[in-house]
């Protein structure tokens, strides 16, 4: 079983920067895709991030596409998400989940894994 914990959330002001941690145990994730979705309060969860089992391919929703950026240290089994230039609209509970399939992958259903999720909010 994985257990994923994320941390980093906070309140900033727009335009400033937030790094998001997401922590595993219990087993390793070093060969799970891995990534970050959010929701917004009367929204769906939808995607933000995704990365591949060896950090080597990364996917983005248009939305945070050269603002944000996914990696992840398979060593310390942690995933990260870099979150520049934000935006009012980026705030929500964002989640860091893991997959057992093979590549990337960008879709909730997708996912087998999931954190608590952290609250990000973003001050106009």
């Known amino acids: 079983q994985v257990q994923l914990v994320e941390s980093g959330g906070g309140l900033v002001q727009a335009g400033g920067s937030l790094r998001l941690s997401c922590a595993a145990s219990g087993r390793s994730v070093s060969n799970y895709p891995m990534g970050w979705f959010r929701q917004a309060t009367g929204e769906e969860r939808e995607f933000v991030a995704a990365?591949?089992?060896?950090?080597?391919?990364?996917s983005y929703a248009d939305s945070v596409k050269g603002r944000f950026t996914i990696s992840r240290d398979n060593a310390k089994n942690t995933l990260l998400l870099q979150m520049d230039s934000l935006k009012p609209e980026d705030t929500a509970v964002y989640y860091c989940?893991?997959?057992?399939?093979?590549?990337?992958?960008?879709?909730?259903?997708?996912?087998?894994?999931w954190g608590k999720g952290t609250l990000v909010t973003v001050s106009s």
């Open positions: 989940a893991a997959s057992s399939r093979v590549g990337l992958v960008v879709d909730v259903a997708g996912m087998d894994y």
């Open positions: 990365i591949s089992w060896r950090g080597r391919a990364s």
